[in-house]
């Protein structure tokens, strides 16, 4: 099964995705080989846990590892999907789905958590977001300032009976919420010039990306982007080295240049006094300088070896 779907044997053209409305593409391929692979794996040892087998026929399958992804914005690339934003919108595209994907980099949430918010669970007094039901269950996200403003900023719509929507992002026709967001933002991403290794996911990773950098903890950061699992926001530990470098970035700078000045005072380049330029190479040895004699003990920073 795992080798069939690698190869892409079970593609099909998009078929109905079993929402009111909606098409999947099933294309196949290593990543979602693996990942099918191992939920089955981990449904066939609940049975035998449970007694309805007596064995695993997954036990021995070498399951295809998930290739992780740590592609997030830089600062520049922040700017061109602000710029590409209101381009699209400029040519027409939805508010619903350009605000909602301003809301995903803002809060560094889910797709579906955005697209399912409802006004009932945006706390903008106690700035936060209740989600009663996500990926990992019910969890709470911290609002920043900006996005409790953007949310502030945003109208409340109204539906065909003339009633508030209770959808933050509700569809533009029938019921339920917006959806549709994933083929507005590849033509947003086109229009920043993103690859498509740019998804609406990195946005998430760019929102704790920038978090880890500017200082927070990858415990803090786990807990405001709602992972259940701590190894899950492990996969930023290199950019939470970040506030470190800047901290002894001013200390290897003065080291190097304190070194720096040394060498060019021994080689000749700079006075041992002024620091200023010679014109002339020092040739003596350096036990033999008066800089070199005049402090220390014997034999190391004191006289020249072999004297009294």
Not at 50 to 78: F, M, T, Y
Not at 89 to 117: D, H, N, P, W, Y
Not at 163 to 181: L, T
Request: hydrophobic share 40%.
């Amino acid at each position: 099964m795992q080798r069939r779907i690698a190869r892409g044997e079970t593609a099909q053209d998009p078929v109905n995705s079993g929402r009111s409305r909606g098409r999947v593409a099933i294309s196949g391929g290593e990543g979602i080989a693996g990942r099918v692979t191992a939920y089955f794996a981990a449904v066939l040892t609940w049975g035998v846990r449970e007694g309805l087998l007596a064995q695993s026929p997954s036990e021995k399958v070498h399951v295809i590892p998930a290739k992780r992804r740590d592609r997030h914005l830089s600062w520049e690339e922040v700017e061109k999907l602000g710029e590409a934003l209101a381009a699209a919108e400029a040519e027409g595209m939805s508010q619903r789905f350009t605000q909602a994907i301003r809301l995903i980099a803002l809060t560094g949430c889910r797709k579906t958590e955005v697209l399912a918010l409802k006004w009932r669970d945006v706390d903008l007094q106690g700035q936060r977001l209740r989600l009663p039901d996500s990926k990992t269950g019910a969890k709470v996200i911290p609002l920043t300032t900006a996005a409790r403003a953007f949310l502030e900023a945003l109208p409340r719509e109204i539906d065909k009976e003339n009633r508030p929507s209770p959808w933050v992002f509700p569809a533009a026709h029938g019921e339920g919420h917006a959806v549709g967001i994933t083929k507005a933002f590849d033509r947003v991403r086109k229009l920043a010039g993103f690859g498509d290794d740019v998804t609406l996911h990195v946005l998430r990773h760019s929102f704790a990306t920038l978090a880890i950098a500017a200082g927070g903890s990858l415990y803090l950061v786990g807990k405001a982007l709602g992972h259940s699992n701590a190894a899950t926001t492990e996969r930023y530990a290199h950019v939470a080295l970040d506030p470190v470098h800047a901290v002894v970035e001013p200390a290897g700078l003065k080291v190097s240049a304190a070194l720096a000045a040394g060498a060019a005072t021994w080689s000749g380049q700079a006075d041992p006094v002024s620091g200023q330029p010679r014109k002339q190479r020092r040739s003596e040895p350096l036990e033999d300088r008066p800089a070199f004699r005049k402090r220390g003990t014997r034999g190391t920073w004191g006289t020249p070896p072999g004297t009294s």
